[in-house]
C-alpha cells in the first residue's frame, strides 16, 4: 500500500463518521477522501481545508451505479449504521446495518490483484453472530461479512459505550451493554470511549494496518473460518486513539 492513501468513509454523516471524516481531511495522509453515502455533509459543516474531498450521494439498493469501484480506495472506512427503531423495522434494520455495509464494500473491492485493499469496520462491543438480540447479532454477522469479501487486511472495531456522541436517538444495543456494564463503569477502558479518541483510532488503523498496530493495543485475530479479521476493543481503541 502505498505512502499517501485514498480513503473512502461510508456513514461519515453518524456520531463517529463525522469525527472520522474530520481526521482524515485534517491529516497529510491522504491523496484524496471520499464521502458517498445517503446522504453527504452540508458544505457548512465541513472544515476549511478539505481541498482533497470527494463528495457523493448514492443509492445502496443500486450500487451498480454508485461508481464506488471507480475510485480505487486504499482503505474503506465504515461508520454506518442504524436503529430498529430509526429503520422502521427488523428487516429494514438488517438491510440497512448489514446488507448495505457488506454489499456496498463488496462494491467498493478492485478487480486488480496487485491493489491491496483494507476495509476498518466499526462495529459494537457486543457484538456476536449467535445473539439473540437483533443489533449486536447483526453487528457480529456483517464482521464475518466484510471478513469473507476478500480485503487484504479487515480490521474491526468493537467500543464501548460512546461519551460525546451527537445522536438524534439511542442505539438499543448499546443501552443493553450500558445497563450491563453500568455497575462497573468507573473501569474506563473497558466500558466507555470518547468518539473523538475512537475516531482518531480508526483512521491510525487505517493508516497502519494489522501489521502496523503497537502491541500495547492487544489487537487479536477473531471471526470464523474463512472469515478471519483482527479485532481491536474498547481498551486497545483507546492506547491507539490517545497515542501520539
Known amino acids: 500500500m502505498s505512502a499517501s492513501k485514498t480513503a473512502l468513509v ?13 481526521e482524515l481531511l485534517a491529516s497529510d495522509q491522504w491523496s484524496k477522501v471520499g464521502e458517498y453515502g445517503r446522504r453527504v455533509t452540508p458544505e457548512a459543516d465541513l472544515p476549511q481545508n478539505r481541498g482533497t474531498l470527494e463528495q457523493k450521494t448514492i443509492d445502496f439498493d443500486n450500487l451498480d451505479a454508485a461508481g464506488l469501484k471507480d475510485g480505487r480506495w486504499d482503505v474503506v472506512f465504515v461508520t454506518l449504521g442504524t436503529t430498529r427503531a430509526k429503520a422502521g423495522s427488523a428487516e429494514m434494520f438488517e ?25 476498518v469496520y466499526l462495529s459494537s ?3 456476536n453472530p449467535s445473539s439473540s438480540f437483533l443489533y449486536t447479532r447483526s453487528k457480529g454477522l456483517t464482521e464475518l461479512g466484510l471478513a469473507r469479501l476478500g480485503y487484504a487486511d479487515t480490521i474491526v472495531f468493537r467500543p464501548g459505550l460512546f461519551k460525546g456522541a451527537q445522536r438524534e436517538e439511542t442505539r438499543l444495543g448499546e443501552t443493553i451493554l450500558g445497563y450491563v456494564t453500568g455497575a462497573a463503569s468507573y473501569f474506563r477502558f473497558t466500558v466507555e ?9 480508526i483512521m491510525k ?18 471471526g470464523q ?17 490517545e497515542g501520539k
Not at 461510508?10 to 474530520?22: K, P
Not at 473460518?225 to 481503541?237: M, P, S
Open 95 to 119: 438491510k440497512i446495518d448489514r446488507e448495505y455495509v457488506v454489499n456496498a464494500c463488496k462494491a467498493a473491492k478492485t478487480d486488480d490483484p496487485m491493489h491491496e485493499q483494507r476495509v
Open 125 to 127: 462491543g457486543a457484538a
Open 193 to 201: 470511549i470518547q468518539v473523538p479518541v475512537l475516531a482518531k483510532a
Open 205 to 222: 488503523a487505517g493508516i497502519l494496518g494489522s501489521s502496523g498496530l503497537p502491541s500495547t493495543v492487544g489487537a487479536s485475530r477473531a
Open 225 to 241: 473460518e474463512g472469515a478471519r479479521f483482527t479485532l481491536i476493543e474498547n481498551k486497545g481503541a483507546i492506547i491507539l486513539g
Open 10 to 22: 461510508l456513514g461519515a454523516s453518524g456520531a463517529t463518521g463525522r469525527h472520522l471524516l474530520r
